[in-house]
């Protein structure tokens, strides 16, 4: 018996996580890894979380702690979040706020409250794989998102109608990009409020390296030029998402979205039917280490990563032959390197794990059509100084015996 016959169709869409699979190398001994996008767990503020665990679970605050919450999320939470979204200039409220699990799960929900099978996302090319995992399994076409402006939202249109959808969101990491690191600059984000606002579609702005910024100016995020705009976040058709796991800690899965509060209603209802609330207790937790010492914490972080971004910037300088170009970001935890066109990420990795026990990320895993296979990602925040020259040595000799 196999019940495979009778799955939804949709499920033919679901691809397994090339980043997820390749988490597993971190457990062989001798790999050089840079191929997860996860922080360094040596600087997770674990002692915090253990006394803010204890508090919450203390006799006079564990019925709270242990019990079913409302979807929304924690109030004292969405409160601080509050504060934090305004001095970023957006001002909201609570109701403006929803607490999920992680921003992965606000990406799950936004494609499940905007598409339809045969409906259009635009998307970067490269951008996150994990949003084209979530957007997937609800059967949408994607079509490119150009951000310079010379592409007319008429034509958006009538690809996506001769595809036989509507376009229904442009989603975008323009801060510290996964996988590039890339940031776009002011006038890129006003052209994407001009596309949406042509379209009459969302902007879905994934926010979850806004705060590790290491030199450069800040620049605002595009749900805050939209309130700018329209001088109410009521009017607005950004969608904010944020996350404390590059912040924090990953693992609590704490994430959250700002939009106008008839999107909040709408995701609050798809929580109530998927999981009801995230986990209470570590909504309380987070909010109570947040509040205690974000700012500081954040501080150490950009002081640590910003060393490690410097020191991969140089190592690669030093070791990689001619030929090999790579961006050099602001912030965040990625370097996108691209190779001589004739050469394939994805060949290059097994060579560099056979022969030379590194890793990272091919590129062509963050392309919606599968192109960019001469390009790879490479994470510095989870290595050591000593590791990125290391490793880039390594991956510097990969590469010279594939050009030859």
């Excluded at 997860?36 to 709270?64: C, K, T």
């Excluded at 490269?126 to 997937?136: D, W």
């Excluded at 989870?382 to 990969?398: A, N």
């Amino acid at each position: 018996m196999s019940l495979e016959q009778v799955f939804a169709s949709r499920t033919s869409q679901m691809k397994a996580s090339e980043i997820r699979e390749l988490l597993k190398l971190l457990e062989q001994p001798g790999i050089l890894s840079f191929a997860g996008g996860i922080p360094d767990p040596n600087l997770f503020p674990a002692e915090a979380f253990s006394e803010a665990y204890a508090r919450a679970l203390s006799p006079e605050n564990q019925a709270v702690a242990l019990q079913y919450s409302v979807s929304e999320g924690y109030l004292p939470l969405r409160r601080w979040l509050v504060g934090q979204m305004e001095r970023m200039g957006v001002p909201c409220d609570v109701d403006n706020i929803l607490i999920t699990s992680g921003s992965q799960q606000a990406l799950d929900y936004l494609g499940k409250l905007f598409l339809n099978a045969g409906d259009t996302a635009l998307v970067e090319g490269p951008t996150y794989m994990g949003a084209l995992g979530a957007f997937r399994a609800y059967e949408p076409r994607f079509d490119r998102l150009s951000v310079n402006g010379n592409r007319p939202a008429q034509d958006y249109a009538d690809a996506a109608q001769a595809a036989g959808g509507k376009v229904k969101f442009a989603y975008l990491t323009p801060d510290f990009a996964n996988p590039t690191g890339k940031t776009m600059d002011l006038r890129g984000r006003e052209s994407v409020l001009d596309l949406t606002e042509a379209l009459d579609v969302a902007s879905i702005e994934d926010a979850a390296y806004q705060a590790l910024r290491y030199d450069g100016d800040s620049v605002p995020p595009i749900l805050a030029l939209e309130v700018a705009r329209k001088g109410d976040l009521e009017a607005c058709r950004t969608i904010y998402c944020g996350s404390f796991s590059k912040t924090l800690t990953p693992g609590l899965r704490v994430g959250w979205v700002v939009a106008a509060k008839p999107v909040i209603r709408q995701l609050v209802l798809t929580k109530q039917a998927s999981d009801l609330h995230s986990p209470t207790i570590n909504q309380i937790v987070v909010h109570e280490v947040a509040a205690r010492m974000f700012e500081s914490h954040v501080g150490t972080l950009r002081q640590s990563y910003g060393a490690r971004r410097d020191a991969m910037l140089a190592a690669l300088e030093k070791h990689m032959p001619e030929g090999v170009e790579w961006t050099r970001p602001e912030g965040g935890m990625f370097v996108w390197m691209t190779l001589p066109k004739n050469m394939d990420g994805a060949s290059l990795l097994a060579e560099a794990l056979r022969s030379e026990m590194v890793a990272f990320v091919p590129g062509s895993a963050f392309f919606a059509d599968g192109a960019g296979a001469n390009t790879l990602r490479l994470n510095f925040s989870s290595p050591t100084v000593e590791q990125i020259d290391e490793g880039m040595l390594r991956l510097g000799r990969v590469l010279r015996g594939a050009l030859t």
